[in-house]
């Protein structure tokens, strides 16, 4: 397991919180209450712990198959319906929805392999993450990665605690499947469009992980 880039300084200034805390703490609660003083200290290094936990990349077997349509992300699946598009596409097409709590991995990983032929940045709301408008109100990021097989929309969607998107992807670059392409900071959302002739292969609530679990096929 290693951790991600994008945890660096949060978890570095983390620390030093965690550090200027307990040393006040022993300084000066601990005279006073040892129990208490203990207490604070299991509670700061546990919340220091799932900071550097959430910025975990655990090694894993990807699912590399030119006919699957791959997980984006590790979570929940909580949407699959037939939806108009707000953007890029004019037809109907499948949407499946994976929700990331704050426990979950949060690397974001491309569904296939293909060029990246849109890429669009929303400003919006922080609704919950698994609010039906957060696809089209919250704050999020667009991108359709295509090849011959056909084309796939990918929404990273912020949520009420998710307050940074980062993407990696430019227009005219080129992705395997399963590369990472971005990271959604504490808890969030990513949409998938998929064509509506896909075979889906999962159902609501499955617990998916990213670049593994095949939602879908061509």
């Not at 991995?105 to 400003?123: F, S």
């Amino acid at each position: 397991m290693t951790i991600h880039k994008e945890g660096g300084v949060t978890i570095s200034l983390t620390a030093v919180l965690v550090s200027l805390l307990n040393l006040a703490n022993f300084s000066y609660l601990f005279p006073i209450s040892v129990v208490a003083a203990w207490m604070v200290f299991v509670i700061t290094v546990a919340f220091f712990l799932f900071i550097v936990s959430f910025f975990r990349m655990p090694n894993r077997t990807l699912t590399i198959n030119d006919s699957a349509i791959v997980a984006p992300a590790d979570g929940k699946v909580v949407v699959i319906e037939e939806v108009q598009p707000d953007e890029y596409y004019t037809e109907k097409r499948i949407q499946i929805s994976v929700f990331m709590s704050p426990a979950n991995v949060h690397v974001n990983r491309l569904p296939i392999a293909g060029n990246i032929v849109y890429n669009k940045y929303h400003p919006g709301k922080f609704l919950v993450a698994w609010h039906p408008k957060s696809s089209t109100d919250n704050e999020r990021w667009s991108v359709v990665i295509e090849n011959s097989k056909g084309s796939i929309l990918c929404k990273q969607i912020a949520g009420a605690l998710a307050r940074r998107i980062c993407n990696y992807s430019t227009v005219g670059q080129n992705f395997n499947q399963c590369d990472e392409y971005g990271f959604i900071k504490f808890g969030s959302r990513v949409d998938l469009l998929l064509p509506v002739g896909a075979k889906i292969h999962t159902k609501i609530d499955d617990v998916v992980k990213g670049g593994v679990t095949i939602l879908a096929s061509w």
